[in-house]
T-cell receptor, first 114, second 114 residues
Framework: DQQVKQNSPSLSVQEGRISILNCDYT??????FLWYKKYPAEGPTFLIS?????DKNEDGRFTVFLNKSAKHLSLHIVPSQPGDSAVYFC?????????????FGKGTHLIIQP | KAGVTQTPRYLIKTRGQQVTLSCSPI?????VSWYQQTPGQGLQFLFE???????NKGNFPGRFSGRQFSNSRSEMNVSTLELGDSALYLC?????????????FGSGTRLTVV
């Protein structure tokens, strides 16, 4: 049973527009969420995180929104650039419960079209 | 500063053999986690070590084991290799378990079991 779901395997966005990547989770014990970006043949690179006590966190072009009641989070990239083309993973953990590391979604392949 | 270093980068083993993978965390980081990435299952948590003690363990058989040394370097071992163990094995480090800046991943070891 997948506890973190990224329902869009791929997403194509025009350069300069907004990219919105979505993630849903089922475990109500999750209290910390992260987004990672991955290029082929490299490990995931940390992008941005959000604690469950917040509903928004911004870092430059990247903003993560958390809707706890809907168990949904999203990553907004504005404006999208060609270098943003990569696979994006949503991850969650239950820090308060000391549970099992990070639980990852299966990723969304973002393609930025020129 | 140097990132997370994983060795070797690539490995080919025969079914039934055992393998040891190595991870050197970022200097000063005391928490090391291991993940398995496969096309079908995505990124799955194996285990996490902090100050030489295993804190958490994912849902993997006992053939998968690990340890952490006093210098925070970590090794993971897989015994009696099966074809399904072919995967990218990723190591991640953080200053302490689940810091706000997220985990830093290495580039991984690509294990192929034939």
């Amino acid at each position: 049973d997948q506890q973190v779901k990224q329902n869009s395997p791929s997403l194509s966005v025009q350069e300069g527009r907004i990219s919105i990547l979505n993630c849903d989770y089922t475990n109500s014990m999750f209290d910390y969420f992260l987004w990672y970006k991955k290029y082929p043949a490299e490990g995931p690179t940390f992008l941005i995180s959000i604690s469950s006590i917040k509903d928004k966190n911004e870092d430059g072009r990247f903003t993560v929104f958390l809707n706890k009641s809907a168990k949904h989070l999203s990553l907004h990239i504005v404006p999208s650039q060609p270098g943003d083309s990569a696979v994006y993973f949503c991850a969650a953990s239950a820090r308060g419960g000391g549970a099992d590391g990070l639980t990852f979604g299966k990723g969304t392949h973002l393609i930025i079209q020129p | 500063k140097a990132g997370v270093t994983q060795t070797p980068r690539y490995l080919i083993k025969t079914r039934g053999q055992q393998v040891t993978l190595s991870c050197s965390p970022i200097s000063g980081h005391r928490s090391v986690s291991w993940y398995q990435q496969t096309p079908g299952q995505g990124l799955q948590f194996l285990f996490e070590y902090f100050s030489e003690t295993q804190r958490n363990k994912g849902n993997f058989p006992g053939r998968f084991s690990g340890r952490q040394f006093s210098n925070s370097r970590s090794e993971m071992n897989v015994s009696t290799l099966e074809l399904g163990d072919s995967a990218l094995y990723l190591c991640a480090s953080s200053g302490s378990p689940a810091e706000d800046y997220g985990y830093t991943f290495g580039s991984g070891t690509r294990l192929t079991v034939v």
